[in-house]
């Protein structure tokens, strides 16, 4: 019999919990124990929690910190493509032999018990993070944070909060101070925790748990200060003024990301290499991706192809700064999203800025919000809408009536992976 590939376990790890989100450390803790307490070996750990921006900040802190000739672990989700995007060790995705070796020892070392797919696959990356030499480990809260299973490091090097915005409200809270103080239990007594933008009854929950920890915050418009000044991005801090490029990663509110990984950085006492390699040197796909080639591009020749992942009410926010700041080109949606998601309060910004929408489901998921119902919602907004079956007949028909069209498709990672696989 031939030996079993990482799809194949992870298959097997689906069926160990009735419930995708079931939020507690109890079960991690149990096979961290199991496994000797490999959280106990990693290299100083940088944590980053919040609703928007995270996988963008810490692909500038890794950019940063490897432009400064670090070897740097990384861990975030979801993934797009393929699960191996979720590990990166010294550097590089986890190979397939080193996955399959590490999930199968997790698989076995948890011994059936019950345990959830997002919290078996931490607990791997981990173990493959500490049999690693690296000089630090990123790690990504997958949701939340005070009871994520990323939040078993005793005491990390720093840690971050993005912009926390409403989203997850069955798990998190029904109110932003509520979502807030979820994602400030990252916070570790003594531990320096770089705060991005936040509105004011978020920010007094965070700095109600830092004080309460000894935890110093560097606070956006506090401690330092970042912004956008004749097409550069001017950083300042009581250390002193960084005038560098615009990030690389498109989006106005990338501005703002940029700022709590140059912040990360300079907490690290890494000086301007690392600072200009962060705005320079960092990607991260799906979001405001341009799709440059591929067979959706090949459908539209003339058209303009842009691919986002972000899906609540602050995504759709930063989308439509975004597009505003375009070059004018007629813009239209191909929209797939998640029916735990607050369709309208995403759609509301980018109706104002597009002039169609089609609707479409995500593929292979059981939690699609159909397309018809996308489309309806967006014509309650004033948005002329249309439903297609996949995004490839979305893209050919809108390019068909408006060949110069630019084309956001938008809505869900799922729905972003799903087109980073069917186009290559």
């Not at 981990?126 to 690693?132: V, W």
């Not at 830092?210 to 912004?227: E, N």
């Not at 799906?286 to 842009?306: C, F, N």
Request: hydrophobic share 45%.
């Amino acid at each position: 019999m031939s030996a079993p590939t990482s799809d194949v376990i992870l298959a097997r790890m689906m069926a160990l919990h009735p419930k995708i989100i079931d939020l507690t450390l109890d079960r991690v803790w149990r096979l961290l124990d199991a496994l000797g307490n490999p959280q106990t070996g990693l290299p100083p750990v940088i944590h980053i929690a919040g609703t928007n921006g995270k996988g963008s900040t810490q692909a500038m802190i890794r950019a940063g910190l490897e432009g400064a000739g670090h070897v740097v672990h990384a861990y975030t989700s979801p993934h797009l493509a393929r699960f191996h995007e979720r590990i990166r060790v010294a550097g590089s995705l986890i190979s397939e032999p080193d996955l399959t070796a590490v999930l199968d020892e997790c698989y076995a070392a948890n011994g059936g018990a019950p345990i959830t797919y997002f919290e078996i696959t931490t607990v791997a990356a981990i173990l493959a993070f500490a049999r690693t030499p690296a000089d630090y480990t990123l790690l990504e809260v997958g949701l939340g944070g005070r009871l994520d299973a990323t939040n078993v490091i005793g005491r990390p090097r720093l840690t971050a909060i993005t912009p926390v915005s409403m989203d997850h409200e069955t798990f998190l809270g029904n109110t932003l101070p509520k979502i807030a103080g979820e994602k400030a239990g990252i916070l570790k007594r003594g531990v320096p925790c770089i705060v991005g933008r936040q509105a004011a009854d978020g920010l007094e929950v965070i700095e109600a748990r830092a004080q309460a920890l000894g935890a110093p915050l560097l606070a956006y418009g506090q401690h330092w200060h970042v912004g956008e000044e004749h097409g550069r991005l001017i950083y300042q801090d009581e250390t002193g003024l960084l005038d560098l490029p615009l990030p690389n990663l498109p989006g106005v509110h990338q501005v703002e990301n940029a700022g709590i990984a140059l912040a990360a950085l300079r907490g690290l006492g890494l000086g301007e290499q690392a600072c200009e390699a962060a705005v320079t040197q960092a990607f991260w796909p799906a979001r405001m991706q341009r799709l440059r080639d591929g067979p959706l591009v090949s459908r539209a020749p003339g058209a303009e192809l842009w691919l986002d992942g972000g899906h609540n009410p602050a995504a759709g926010q930063a989308l439509a700064a975004h597009l505003r700041r375009l070059p004018a080109r007629p813009t239209h949606l191909v929209v797939g999203m998640l029916n735990t998601k607050d369709i309208a309060g995403y759609l509301g910004p980018l109706a104002e800025v597009a002039e169609s929408l089609t609707g479409v489901s995500i593929p292979g998921e059981a939690n699609t919000v159909p397309g018809e119902q996308t489309a309806r919602i967006a014509a309650g907004l004033g948005l002329e809408t249309d439903v297609a079956n996949n995004v490839l007949k979305a893209v050919q028909a809108i390019a068909a009536k408006d060949p110069e069209a630019r084309i956001l498709i938008c809505g869900s990672l799922y729905l972003a992976g799903s087109v980073l696989r069917e186009n290559g």
